[in-house]
């Protein structure tokens, strides 16, 4: 393949070397005004802070201990906070390591030309931000506002996304919904006239049966729901988990079904058409709140359990007997929405699907299913009105994924080639905040090209992630535990409000996101919409209008607030109208049906692999969130590196072991950069293997993850986009064992 304009760069010595450079004359306002009692902290005893974790978008509010020296020595949970009752995962009492972890990002980088190729030079805050500044000016300028777009992921998003309303853009994606949950939030809304969101509302602590279809609670640690299905097992609840690998919650559950992957459509059609021909639905709640039930009826006619056992390979018997413990336990039943769930492209209507099996089970609103969930409303602090832009993602989209309600990511790296654009709605500058693209984006071909043709790119970061290669400008971020951050306002059955403060001042010369985003708004002009000097007064401003203020917060952590919208569950017999077009919850789908789609879930065969090759699944591990904790020193003495499962029929025919290496390589052949080991195990189908994402990494600053293990994005290379908002399927890719050594290093 040919250099790229835009070569990854390996931050080396030369990058981080020079000479020590001062903090300059730019101050981080508040950084110790609020860290210390008026005394002091004692030599002796501990101070604790109020956090919340920025691990993962659960965000367990807790408290940050320092001893008497200010050294951050351990998070604990807050018992107030229902996310998660005081208990932290182990992602969230390892994040001590990310403010410990050497191999942080310690200074402002600038990308410099080198006889030998580029590489980073060591820069003021002075300097690097006038640099940000103009550049996004004067691209501004050339090719209008629009032509910034930010990618953003975690609490620095909020800041820069004023930054990029005020320029005038709203080029704003979070990866998060192309390349996880849209699907569900679309097919959902296309059923109740109302999305999932984030944590998902389920009633896990009262439900009598819990399914799980591709959804691993226990290694994707939703805190509270692990918790309170832990609760319901001890209770007796029903577990039905369906996945083709011996998940751990596959361990506790009463039923396990290893359905052959890409079938999953299939079952459920089977599961409604016998709730529905054996008139094991809920009648009252069907007929008092839904519509469509007569096409439905008839749309799954056909669709048998015995149709559906020559496609899932799950037994007839099974699949009756697996969906009459869900009538049993009705309405206090759920068929969870699950998270990650881009999967074969046509994944909106298998989460159509989902949704309209838990109408008939009658759990929407229920006690044991789905809770009305509500959330703080903070009052937004005082700035004028944000100018409207030119033209924004969804003038990209060409008719495509018109059901799409925020913003596609894969639309906005289109939109950056300059050469495969017809009109003069070209984006030239990407600020990214957060999120590794390219271990988060499934077409690498694709966003090489992206780089290649933009003119600038900002990195706000916490570490030397594989996207910081690619910067032009790297801005250090410092972690969640030394900065201020907006106010939490999650949905939950009650509303709660939770403070981050800083438990000690910024290491090195990292800066809290809403500080850079503040002086880049001063040195572009937008001053009014950053009409603060430090970050504390907005959040003193917003909790005084809520009864509060900042120095009751920083005592508390947490406040709870009256709730304000209607009741947790549907009353006995009371009329309800939902936020779709009949005003019912719809089984035939009109927003669907207006849009040019199915108004019902049709099963599609999806293809199977090769002979020799194995469909690549990929997964979680309970102690590492993606790929953002792979360097984290706390969470690698948990788990250093991935490996491969193997079923033994097929290490049988390949001649493997445990703990041999080998390479992957998948249909368009494609060969993994580094090798992984595997692990022989039952636990996993024979047309299958199983290795979990986020390692693998390929930059060498990452001193403990640097090829370890294997990066499954890279063997992602089929990716079948869903139609109807444009989510990225990434399991259609298939892969089989190099077994040479190819003395390979990971690619520039």
């Excluded at 603060?532 to 009864?547: A, I, P």
């Excluded at 019902?600 to 194995?614: E, K, L, R, S």
């Amino acid at each position: 393949m040919k250099n790229s304009r835009r070569d990854f760069i390996r931050i080396s010595a030369l990058g981080l070397g020079g000479v020590a450079l001062g903090v300059g004359s730019i101050r981080w306002a508040g950084a110790t005004t609020l860290l210390d009692g008026e005394d002091g902290v004692p030599d002796a005893g501990m101070q604790r802070y109020p956090t919340f974790c920025e691990v993962c978008f659960w965000k367990c509010a807790g408290w940050t201990y320092t001893d008497g020296q200010g050294r951050i020595t351990k998070i604990l949970g807050n018992a107030d906070d229902p996310h998660c009752n005081g208990r932290l995962c182990p992602r969230g009492t390892g994040g001590v390591g990310m403010y410990y972890d050497e191999d942080r990002l310690k200074w402002p980088l600038i990308r410099v030309p080198g006889a030998e190729g580029d590489t980073f030079r060591r820069a003021s805050w002075e300097e690097a931000l006038d640099l940000v500044a103009r550049r996004l000016k004067e691209i501004s300028a050339k090719h209008g506002h629009e032509s910034v777009a930010l990618f953003n992921h975690g609490s620095a998003g909020h800041h820069l996304s004023t930054l990029l309303n005020a320029m005038g853009s709203d080029n704003i994606a979070a990866p998060s919904y192309a390349q996880c949950r849209g699907p569900r939030e679309v097919g959902f809304l296309g059923t109740f006239g109302a999305s999932v969101g984030s944590p998902e509302p389920t009633d896990i602590r009262d439900t009598r049966c819990l399914v799980l279809i591709g959804s691993h609670l226990g290694e994707n640690m939703h805190n509270g729901q692990v918790q309170e299905m832990a609760d319901a097992i001890d209770r007796g609840a029903t577990i039905i988990t369906v996945d083709p690998r011996f998940s751990t919650v596959a361990s506790k559950s009463r039923f396990w079904l290893p359905i052959k992957p890409a079938t999953d459509l299939a079952l459920l059609l089977a599961w409604i058409h016998v709730l529905i021909y054996e008139e094991r639905y809920d009648k009252d709640y069907v007929a008092r709140y839904t519509e469509g039930f007569d096409q439905l009826r008839e749309h799954v006619k056909a669709m048998t359990p015995e149709w559906a056992y020559g496609i899932t390979t799950i037994t007839p018997e099974q699949i009756r007997e697996t969906a009459r413990a869900m009538a049993d336990a009705s309405p206090a039943v759920i068929v969870h929405p699950g998270r990650h769930v881009t999967w074969y492209g046509d994944d909106t209507q298998r989460s159509r699907a989902i949704a309209i099996l838990n109408a008939l089970l009658g759990s929407w609103g229920r006690r044991g299913g789905f809770y009305f969930k509500t959330a703080p409303k903070i009052p937004h602090f005082p700035m004028p009105e944000f100018p409207s832009p030119r033209w924004t993602w969804k003038d990209k989209l060409n008719g495509r994924y018109p059901l799409a309600d925020l913003a596609v990511s894969n639309v906005l790296v289109e939109a950056s080639i300059a050469e495969e654009q017809t009109d003069d709605k070209v984006v030239k500058a990407w600020i990214v905040a957060g999120t590794n693209l390219p271990l988060t984006m499934p077409d690498k071909e694709q966003l090489i090209r992206a780089f290649d043709s933009l003119e600038f790119v900002v990195v706000v970061d916490t570490m030397p992630m594989e996207i910081t290669g690619y910067a032009d400008v790297i801005l250090p971020e410092c972690t969640y535990l030394e900065r201020y951050d907006e106010l939490r306002d999650s949905p939950h059955r009650e509303p709660w409000v939770a403070l981050r403060m800083p438990a000690t001042e910024p290491r090195w010369e990292t800066r809290p996101a809403w500080w850079i985003a503040k002086q880049l708004g001063d040195r572009m002009g937008l001053k009014a919409w950053f009409n603060y000097s430090d970050y504390t007064e907005v959040l003193d401003w917003q909790l005084r209008q809520l009864g509060s203020s900042l120095e009751e917060m920083q005592q508390k952590g947490m406040m709870k607030l009256e709730r304000a919208s209607g009741t947790l569950y549907l009353e006995e017999g009371q009329d309800f109208a939902f936020n779709t077009p009949s005003g019912k919850i719809e089984f035939y789908s009109h927003m669907f049906e207006a849009a040019g789609f199915d108004p019902m879930p049709v099963f599609t065969a999806h293809p199977q692999p090769p002979d020799g090759y194995y469909r690549l699944i990929y997964g979680r591990a309970p102690m590492h969130t993606f790929s953002r904790t792979a360097n984290n020193p706390n969470l690698t003495d948990l788990m250093e590196e991935n490996n491969v499962w193997v079923n033994p029929k097929t290490a049988r025919v390949w001649g493997l072991r445990n703990g041999q290496e080998v390479y992957l390589k998948n249909q368009d052949e494609v060969v993994s950069s580094f090798p992984v080991k595997v692990r022989v195990t039952e636990r996993i189908r024979w047309d299958s293997v199983y290795i979990v994402h986020g390692f693998g990494h390929s930059n060498k600053w990452l001193s403990r993850a640097f090829g370890k293990g294997l990066n499954d994005s890279e063997l992602i290379t089929n990716v079948m986009v869903d139609p109807i908002m444009g989510g990225t399927g990434m399991r259609g890719n298939f892969v089989t064992f190099v077994t040479e050594d190819l003395g390979k290093e990971a690619e520039a």
